[in-house]
């Protein structure tokens, strides 16, 4: 069983450290065996997915500018992928991973070399497998170090801290998936959610399992903070600290001071914190996550701690050896600053307050103007049961979801390759550009309604250089909910966002073209509106889905082409030797 004390220290994280070089951009060459190993949380014993035996997986470490190539080796007799979460992959669509959209599956016994660059990034993303539900444990931390120093201060002392948080399921992930595809009813919410893997005390046999990270007093540490749960949004305080976020999906932002941060599945948020507090006598803070509740399905309302333990003799000599930290004895105050779980009004305030930091260094590439503008609904939706099934969903029918009453089909093909060597009768480029009937998006009645969609694989294909917005509307079908929607590819700008139903006329003029918040998923408002506005610089076939994965497996998904452009520089590169085949 793994012990609490081995994921102390952010070292125990790592696959390789990357090493600075003045020449070439390096080859960083990493290996990922994808193996099952048995793990024991909350009380029991059970066999779990996982990359090279870790849980959650090893962390990548490179610097900007470098070269990737991480060899997977599949061991399980199963399929898999690996998505590199927030690379942009200018290029490179071959090795983004998202399954039987960019790559066909890497079978049981079989092995593929992802190869990339990463440009003009840094900051944290994030790995995980994009393949059924293999995301509950195959996940891990990507990091990216800057060439240049930090544009922010206090330069944070090293390490970094990596929090992670994870779902924990007593029961098999897979059969969950099974159960909920076969009847198409809800799954079964998770029984606990994880800090680095760790549930924490609050869960049943889970004192051993607890993420303590040990500080030293009057010193500021990068949190690099990632949400790997698979359908949950959720709250992050530690307590009496204040967060100051400084980047978000790896692009920098202008310094915000705020209490706590709301995550979605998807996102990264790195904050630094200051060890400025008196603690009692433990040494000890609370931190926590829990859920932030938007949704009407049944959920996990459990939460996670673990503690920030404030150390000051010998810190750098423990620092370098793993030390057995006992948890305090309860009760457990959660931290003042959690926000509650159906704190809106937080959430929204804490993602206006995010803004790109728009400097010389790092500029603002927002669009000014645009070529095209995508409005989508986003719905959960209710389809009849066909002819003598069974059907476990709300009204004995079948729960899915759509965009524009589109509810996406993987093919039995990678769309990537399909379009590369140019097997067009196969492709349907038609995902309708604005909603098929116009309606009271976020009022609508779920009784009188017909919510039934329509099944295929439509896409949307726009000329490189697009200046491209794409305005993703929630519905009121079955129930409003906010959405991470994450696009693969590229990253965007959030020029707008906004409660009930988008108006084309008047919205536009409100929007923030100066200094945007830049990421690769954003939160949808329950019951309203985002828009994103992004160059379709990066040629290739890419995924836009939501982040809960359940709602990705009912079809809330789409998916874009970006054509060649006219130069050798801006087309797709030709597929790799190893390229799985279907």
């Given amino acids: 069983m793994e012990s609490f004390y081995q994921l102390l220290l952010v070292g125990m994280f790592i696959v390789a450290l990357p090493i600075h070089s003045s ?11 994808v193996e099952w190993k048995n793990v024991k949380r909350l009380c029991q014993t059970k066999s779990l997915l996982t990359v090279n035996g870790k849980y959650p997986g090893p962390t990548i470490i490179i610097h900007e500018g470098d070269n990737v190539q991480v060899k997977v080796n599949n061991r399980v007799a199963e399929n898999t992928t690996i998505h590199w979460h927030g690379i942009r992959q200018l290029r490179t669509g071959w090795a983004d991973g998202p399954a039987y959209i960019t790559q066909c599956p890497i079978g049981a016994g079989k092995s593929y070399t992802y190869k990339f660059t990463v440009i003009d990034q840094r900051g944290t993303v994030w790995w995980h497998s994009h393949f059924s539900w293999q995301r509950a444990s195959v996940y891990g931390a990507f990091i990216i170090y800057p060439r240049m120093p930090y544009p922010f201060i206090p330069t944070p002392v090293r390490p970094d801290i990596p929090i992670i948080f994870g779902e924990w399921w007593d029961e098999e992930v897979e059969a969950i998936e099974n159960d909920m595809m076969l009847y198409g009813g809800g799954p079964n919410s998770s029984d606990a959610y994880t800090i680095n893997g760790l549930p924490g005390p609050l869960y049943p046999c889970s004192n051993k399992d607890t ?3 040990r500080v030293e007093p009057g010193k500021t540490y990068l949190l690099r903070i990632i949400n790997a749960a698979l359908n949950s949004e959720l709250f992050f305080a530690v307590a009496n600290h204040t967060l100051t976020v400084v980047e978000i999906d790896a692009v920098y932002t202008k310094p915000f001071e705020t209490s706590a941060i709301m995550i979605t599945p998807g996102q990264t948020t790195n904050v630094l914190l200051t060890t400025n507090q008196i603690p009692d006598s433990t040494n000890m803070f609370v931190m926590a996550a829990r859920p932030y509740l938007t949704s009407v399905f049944p959920f996990d309302n ?17 620092k370098q050896t793993p030390m057995l930290v006992s948890v305090p004895p309860p009760p457990y105050s959660l931290p003042q600053n959690l926000p509650p779980m159906e704190d809106t009004g937080f959430a929204m305030r804490f993602l206006n307050g995010l803004r790109s930091l728009a400097s010389a260094e790092y500029p603002c590439r927002v669009p000014k103007k645009i070529d095209k503008r995508v409005v989508t609904t986003i719905s959960l939706n209710l389809q009849d049961c066909p002819p003598n099934q069974r059907c476990k969903g709300y009204r004995d029918k079948r729960f899915l979801a759509s965009m524009n009453n589109q509810s996406f089909i993987r093919p039995s093909r990678s769309i990537l ?3 590369y060597k140019k097997l067009r009768a ?46 993703l509307q929630d519905t009121n079908f079955l129930n409003p909910e906010n959405h991470p929607i994450h696009v693969h590819g590229h990253n965007f700008f959030i020029v707008g966002r906004g409660f009930g139903n988008f108006d084309s006329s008047e919205d536009p003029s409100y929007y923030n073209l100066v200094d945007p918040p830049e990421r690769n998923t954003v939160a949808v408002p329950m019951g309203g509106w985002a828009a994103i506005r992004l160059n379709a610089d990066n040629p290739g076939v890419w995924f836009i889905h939501c982040h809960l994965e359940e709602h990705t497996t009912w079809g809330l998904a789409m998916g874009f082409i970006v054509e060649n452009g006219p130069k050798p520089s801006q087309c797709v590169l030709p597929p790799p030797s190893d390229l799985p085949s279907c």
């Fill in 23 to 33: 020449s070439s951009p390096p080859t960083r060459q990493f290996l990922f065996n």
């Fill in 211 to 213: 993420f303590i990270q």
């Fill in 426 to 471: 196969r492709l349907s480029l038609n995902f309708p550009e604005k909603p098929p009937h116009e309606f009271n998006y976020t009022g609508v009645d779920p009784v009188t309604e017909n919510m039934n969609a329509e099944f295929g694989t439509k896409l949307v294909k726009v000329p490189y250089g697009t200046r491209l917005e794409i305005v």
């Fill in 417 to 419: 390759e399909t379009y």
């Fill in 302 to 318: 459990s939460t996670t701690i673990g503690f920030l333990k404030y150390e000051r003799s010998n810190f750098e000599k423990k």
